[in-house]
């Protein structure tokens, strides 16, 4: 069995630190992570750089990522600007996002669902076959302003995205740290049953909850994973929510689950200790180093 | 549905702490957590107080505890000394314990597991009915000395503890925090298929992993879940392991999960802060305050 573990720290770990992270940081972090065996890689977002100005070298970061062997670049795309950015310089992968509820879309987005689904529809349609696409759903199980999310709803929203694009991954995101994992399985299993394997999970740990969350999507069916090394992160419109799951502790659970990550795993505590040291950053992983077998006394 | 949560911060939670913590400290902690709900409660260890000094006033935490009403008050008994003090004290239930490997029950308990198997079928044949039994068996899934425990071997083990006396609950306990998901799941869901619901899992939160394991143990039958509030705790004889799992994290994801436990949550995390606070504790719940449901701007 293998997960393939989507590292997140360049951008959703990144994007919630206030003061600008320099270039040769971010793109250090991104060596650091490929060399301890990510392969694929949230790298940055080409969003305004009014609105989230940490993501403003975006272009920069992408172009040494994308000289790393084997490495799959995915960027954050919100818009038809963002899009043809992506496109203009080599993006491997897209990753579109909306809201599965109103309140979190409006906020965070500024539009309706229905907007944010009209504008990224047209976008699906305008790619090209050689790049690859993700469908990001943001607030599947809890929302900051309408609390836990009903799953008929969010089934409704998936079934439209999974109509645009066969081929196309969608992320059930857990935005805010706040699902449960029984809900987390019953979403994935039931979108998994309905709409194909075809399903990542993006989880945060605000609660201790994410690697049960984890656990419960990878259960479910769910083959790739979102993580942060350092569990670096937050999303700075859903209040409350701080650190994404720590690729670390993933990696660590997987590998005692026996399913392989790809990851060397000294190599990539040493890329977390990097992460977690990003000034302004709030590290949450937890797992320090492998156990050791002692000899007994 | 409803979980019941037995509360471990003034026995295991306390335990690792070096420097003695007065009575006073641990007597208004039991209390604390008694009026946030908590029902059933480790209060302390009839130990060697050369051993483990922190135990040493468990006869005086243990008369404050039995004041409170509806508490279940449990002790740890290593021996029949232990046990003679238990009954003379009036615990209403009894945990002894031992390992599932030799390594670790050589190095916890200088015993052979079959040395303390035997006493302790002595003692439990001795036991008044009316008072309850809890047999732990440590290391069930991982030991810092013989690294992943086979399934073959632990359900051996559960087989004769079960034999034993048919209503004692067996406590399978990931003492090193380095149990998988899956495997916890494994595991608890052969035991009660063969000897019934009768299990309750006691796990640490030393990889993060916590949460994930008491979801999988809860998934596959457990009825008991043993954390201590604040994350405090450690077992000083496995190198490594490092905080129980949080009292706090448990009850927010099961009522998360529509489970009673019991505890009025704002309480509880005062409770927490308290246990948090205690010098030389090294506390390590995730959970701060209820998510609050937001106005949207």
Redesign the interface.
């Known amino acids: 069995m293998k997960v393939t573990i989507s590292e997140v720290a360049p951008r959703d770990g990144l994007q919630s630190i206030d003061g600008f992270v320099p270039t040769d940081t971010k793109i250090a972090l991104v060596r650091a992570l490929h060399a301890a065996g990510a392969r694929r890689m949230e790298v940055g977002a080409f969003v305004s750089p009014r609105a989230i100005p940490q993501m403003a070298d975006t272009a920069q970061v992408l172009a040494a990522a994308r000289q790393l062997p084997g490495l799959e670049c995915c960027v954050l795309v919100p818009n038809r600007r963002g899009f043809d950015l992506a496109l203009a310089h080599g993006a491997h992968r897209l990753g579109l996002f909306m809201s599965a509820t109103e309140?979190h879309n409006?906020?965070n987005l500024n539009a309706t669902r229905e907007e944010s689904f009209a504008g990224l529809s047209a976008i699906i349609l305008d790619t090209p076959p050689e790049v690859a696409l993700r469908f990001n759903l943001s607030c599947v199980f809890?929302c900051?302003?309408?609390?836990?999310v009903p799953e008929p709803m969010v089934i409704d929203w998936v079934a439209r995205i999974a109509e645009l694009d066969p081929a196309m991954e969608i992320a059930l995101c857990d935005t805010?740290g706040?699902?449960?994992?029984?809900?987390v399985e019953r979403v994935f299993a039931d979108a998994v049953a309905l709409f194909g394997p075809r399903f990542a999970f993006h989880g945060h740990?605000?609660?201790?909850?994410?690697?049960?969350n984890?656990?419960?999507a990878w259960?479910a069916g769910a083959r790739v994973i979102d993580s942060a090394a350092g569990g670096l992160g937050g999303c700075p419109f859903a209040?409350?929510a701080t650190g994404n799951v720590?690729t670390e502790?993933v990696a660590?659970?997987f590998s005692?689950?026996g399913v392989e990550t790809g990851f060397d795993y000294r190599t990539l505590l040493t890329a977390a200790d990097l992460a977690a040291a990003v000034p302004g950053g709030m590290p949450g992983?937890?797992?320090r180093g492998v156990?050791?077998?002692?000899?007994?006394?």
């Not at 900051?144 to 836990?148: I, K, L, M, N, S």
């Not at 706040?178 to 809900?183: E, K, R």
């Not at 156990?291 to 006394?297: G, L, S």
């Open positions: 309140g409006r906020a809890h900051p302003f309408e609390g836990v805010t706040n699902a449960a994992p029984d809900q740990d605000t609660y201790g909850m994410g690697l049960a984890v656990a419960a259960r209040p409350g720590a502790d660590w659970m005692r689950m992983g937890r797992m156990p050791a077998v002692r000899k007994a006394a």
